[in-house]
């Protein structure tokens, strides 16, 4: 079974501080993604990769950055977190493309409040 | 751009009626097409996806789906609901051959199986 962990499952921060949300999985998948879900929106992308030190902006960069380092360990960062970030982020992971059928596996989600 | 509807923000069904979610997208060109579940609390859990061939994709759960390309349709079905099926269902689409491996979801539908 896919796994894909997420360090925390509730976080509360302060405005301006600095968040770092760590996801990993087991799976040797190339792909990693955020996203964050909000009540009648759905699911947003933040950010993509498709290797390690590789990333894309998806739908909704702005205020986030992100970090792959290692294959199997994809962070994002809220560089001085504000309180419209106040969210459920949610991180998965899928293989390499081929024909587009790849899977994505999700995470259970860190629910983050900034207050 | 590609985009999806869920035009019902919830579905209401007594236990062992079939159940309808509908799902509509737009895409350039032809699409692969997702259903995800959410339970409380969790991350999404992949049902069934669309990639060629038999127009009615069979998932997980006994839940499956039917592809109809001139409505654009990717409705969610399954013929007896049980109450274990109340959750909030997303249904994505992604582009072939284009857009990487994003994934563009809908704002989900909120199904709620009674006794």
């Known amino acids: 079974d896919v796994k894909v962990t997420q360090s925390s499952r509730y976080l509360v921060k302060r405005t301006g501080e600095k968040v770092f949300l760590e996801c990993v999985q087991d799976?040797?998948?190339?792909?990693m993604f955020w996203y964050r879900q909000d009540p009648g929106l759905g699911l947003r992308l933040i950010y993509f990769s498709y290797d390690v030190k590789m990333k894309e902006k998806g739908d909704i960069p702005e205020g986030y950055s992100v970090s792959r380092e290692k294959k199997e360990r994809f962070s994002l960062i809220l560089e001085s977190a504000s309180t419209n970030q106040t969210s459920m982020y949610l991180c998965a992971s899928s293989r390499k493309q081929v024909r587009g059928t790849d899977t994505q596996y999700f995470g259970p989600g860190t629910r983050l409040t900034v207050l | 751009a590609q985009s999806v509807a869920q035009p019902e923000d919830q579905v209401n069904v007594a236990e062992g009626n079939p159940l309808t979610v509908k799902c509509t997208y737009s895409?350039?060109?032809?699409?692969?097409l997702f259903w995800y579940v959410q339970y409380p609390n969790r991350g999404l859990q992949f049902l069934l996806k669309y990639i060629t061939g038999d127009n009615l994709v069979k998932g997980s759960y006994g839940f499956e789906a039917e592809f109809n390309k001139s409505q654009t349709s990717f409705h969610l079905k399954k013929p007896s609901a049980l109450v274990s099926d109340s959750a909030l269902y997303f249904c994505?689409?992604?582009?072939?051959?284009?857009?990487?491996?994003?994934?563009?979801f809908g704002t989900g539908t909120q199904l709620k199986v009674e006794l």
């Open positions: 799976m040797d998948h190339e792909n």
């Open positions: 895409v350039s060109g032809n699409p692969y």
């Open positions: 994505a689409v992604r582009a072939r051959g284009g857009g990487g491996n994003k994934l563009t």
